[in-house]
């Protein structure tokens, strides 16, 4: 029992030390593109209840520039664009777009290096630069606090070349909306789907 205790502790180890090794120190650049999936959204409108939103598929893109510590913790700044049509408001077909501009720092981890891949997460704060036209409601530069959550797979062609494939949820306060007198919220998150190319500038 004992002798099986230690090998697994040493297994542990050995999987640690191949996420350390599993990237090189220094600074890098992204590109990322891909689907943004909207869920249902909730529109409130002031004095009148709330409604949902839902949206057709859309798309995202931005960069990322950041520092790669060598041993499996990176931190970036990133921007992302992402853009969705309306599909319907309360069931009913609608027009219009939900779109928004973050501005986040954040920070990710290899979990373990898988020889051809490696998985990792990440997490960053900041702002989301918010706007939306949906059945005459409109509102343009609505800046908001956000958050954002990652995780995905990482395949590394050589010292300075990368690519991959990720998951990220955002989600920020609401905008307001208006038409004419009328106000609302739109409230905004995203599921979006993106792949991407990173350049180590790192020896």
Known sequence: MKRTVLLAAAVAMAAA???????????YFSGIAGASLMPDQTFRLYGAGSTNSSFDAGYAYGGAAGYDSG????VEFDVLHQHSAVDRVDKAP???HLQSTSFMLNGTYDVIDLGAVTPYVGAGIGFQDIGASINGFSGTDQWQPAYQAEAGLRHDFNDKLSVFAEYRYSQSDAARLTAGPDMGNQHFSDNAMLTGIT?????
């Open 17 to 27: 030390a191949s996420a350390a090794d599993a990237s090189d120190q220094g600074y």
């Open 71 to 74: 041993n499996g913790w990176r």
């Open 94 to 96: 609608s027009s219009g």
């Open 199 to 203: 350049y180590h500038l790192g020896d």
